[in-house]
């Protein structure tokens, strides 16, 4: 303890950075796993749930691929590929046990508070589209994770699943839906502040808000030393901790390269924005109960899929519509426009240059979205809502995602589009990195830090993981038993009946 640099202010077990659903997660699961250990959250802003995990900076979808075509490709033959959609479904029913368990152990008094049943239903027009979805229904609806799924063209149908979908259609398009009613609107930025308000209540537990990571190094002993600046004040503090998860969001490529672990280098990031229109004219939610999701146009990346979601916020309904998806240098919503250049570094230079080479109909899509006019936005709604009116309609800034560059070895380098769990330095250290499924699947991708980071400790934790999670080591897709059961369990218990 010489000078304000290498001295040690404080000292966790577990430091966590960011407020987000990520690091919530993984703070409550560790907490109920090993109630002894001392863990600090770190989060740059003064509240947390402020970037991506806010309601209204994502689309609130408990991602289960009820509705999302992108998870159920057609392979070369016509035969419809369900082994993804079966993997997200599986993922979020991991979720739905773990918040079941927090409901049932009174760490969250209603489920209500964060989550809500609305039916989820896809929806596309003209013949091959229609066959398409027709197909996929065929593959799903037996599968014991897709039960009660429905299909019709039928409009009348249709007319009862979605009122403002065909309020105003003209007649003569084929048209075709699947609905089902296990389908979920989560409220991950009321499901962050409830696991963090549980947190607070519990001893070794710190909550520094308005405290922004800096940076990250390992010391000889192996103890990593986390550089943090009060915000407030302007002070910098040193803080050592044993294990750190990077759970900074758009913000954790960055710290990630600080940590200097192999395992970050060649690793990139690309920053999408996205934009939702929102509507809380009552009279207009009123007319629609669902999530309906389309195609995504020649050349979208699959997270611009466009929807019109029924959101339920504050006890509220209102709609959302998009996402139409944007370009902006920085990684978080309160970010800066220098990030993305200060991320390209030259080990990963090599890849983001072949992924820019290489992704010309992303590009192009992206200089579209830029583009758009308002009119342009809004055709692009009354293809969901034909009878949209401009005056009930804002435009509204959505989370920002980073999608990951990786190198590879054929291509250079390849951009992807789901969520990834680095780890490094013997576990000590994991970061998380990407986007999607996103918040729907936290407990599964948080599971996957701690099976990664604490192989030693997993034996003592089986029990209490079992306890929590039902289903825990084992595939649900493989046991329709199992399946049902923690099915029928979770519903009750979340109060999912719809
Ligand atoms: C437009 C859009 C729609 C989406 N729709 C869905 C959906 O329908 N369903 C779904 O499941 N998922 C969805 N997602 C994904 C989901 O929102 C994210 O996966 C999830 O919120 C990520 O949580 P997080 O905790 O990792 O990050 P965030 O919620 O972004 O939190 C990151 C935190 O880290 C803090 N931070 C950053 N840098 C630092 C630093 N240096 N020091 C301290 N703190 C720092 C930030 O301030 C913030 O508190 C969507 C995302 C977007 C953008």
């Known amino acids: 303890m010489t000078s304000n640099s290498t001295r040690t202010d404080s000292a966790y077990d577990v430091v966590l950075i960011g407020g987000g659903v990520m690091s919530a997660t993984l703070g409550a699961l560790l907490k109920l796993l090993q109630p002894d250990w001392s863990i600090g959250l770190f989060g740059r802003l003064d509240d947390v749930a402020q970037e991506s995990s806010n309601a209204w900076n994502n689309a609130g979808t408990g991602h289960s691929a009820l509705c999302e075509l992108n998870y159920t490709p057609e392979r070369a033959d016509g035969s419809i590929d369900i082994s993804k959609a079966v993997g997200v479904n599986e993922a979020f029913q991991v979720s739905r046990q773990f918040w079941a368990y927090l409901v049932e152990s009174g760490v969250i008094s209603s489920p209500r508070d964060f989550l809500n049943p609305i039916p989820h239903m896809s929806f596309v027009w003209g013949d091959e589209n229609c066959d398409y979805l027709r197909r996929r229904y065929e593959a799903l609806k037996d599968h014991p994770l897709f039960s009660g799924m429905r299909f019709s063209t039928d409009p009348a149908q249709l007319k009862q699943w979605m009122p403002l979908v065909m309020e105003g259609r003209k007649a ?35 909550l520094k808000l308005g405290h922004e990571v800096q940076d990250l190094k390992r010391d000889e002993a192996g103890t990593w030393q986390v550089s943090v600046r009060d915000l407030a004040t302007n002070s910098a503090q040193k803080v050592a901790a044993r294990f750190v998860f990077i759970g900074a969001g758009g913000g954790a490529l960055p710290l990630l390269q600080k940590t200097g672990i192999p395992e970050s280098k060649g690793v990139g990031g690309f920053p999408v924005s996205g934009q939702f229109l929102r509507c809380t004219n009552p009279d207009v939610a009123a007319h629609h109960h669902a999530k309906v999701y389309g195609k995504a146009s020649v050349g979208a990346p699959p997270m611009s899929v466009p929807h019109l979601d029924t959101r339920v916020i504050d006890g509220k309904a209102g709609l959302l519509f998009g996402p139409y998806a944007g370009f902006s240098t920085k990684f978080l919503k309160h970010g800066s426009l220098w990030d993305l250049p200060k991320s390209i570094h030259m080990d990963n230079l090599g890849a983001m240059l072949a992924v820019a080479r290489d992704n010309m109909p992303l590009t192009r899509y992206l200089i579209q ?21 401009a005056e009930d309609w804002e435009l509204i800034v959505a989370g920002q995602r980073v999608q990951v560059i990786k190198k590879d070895e054929k291509k250079g380098g390849v951009l992807q589009f789901g969520t990834e769990v680095v780890t490094g330095a013997s576990g000590t250290v994991a970061a998380l990195l990407g986007a999607s499924p996103g918040a729907s699947t936290a407990v599964p991708i948080m599971l996957t830090v701690i099976r990664k980071c604490f192989p030693g400790e997993l034996p003592r934790w089986d029990a209490k993981l079992k306890e929590m999670i039902p289903s825990f080591g084992g595939s649900l897709a493989d046991r329709p ?3 049902a059961q923690v099915h029928e369990h979770t519903t009750r218990v979340l109060q999912l009946e719809g």
């Open 481 to 483: 038993d199992l399946c």
């Open 369 to 389: 979205q830029v583009l758009q006019s308002n009119q342009a936005r809004l055709a692009a709604l009354r293809d969901f809502v034909p009878t949209a009116r």
């Open 172 to 206: 003569g398009t084929p048209l075709a839906a699947t609905w089902i009613a296990s389908g979920t609107d989560v409220n991950f930025g009321a499901l962050t502040h409830l696991l963090v308000d549980f947190l607070s209540q519990q001893s070794g537990f710190d």
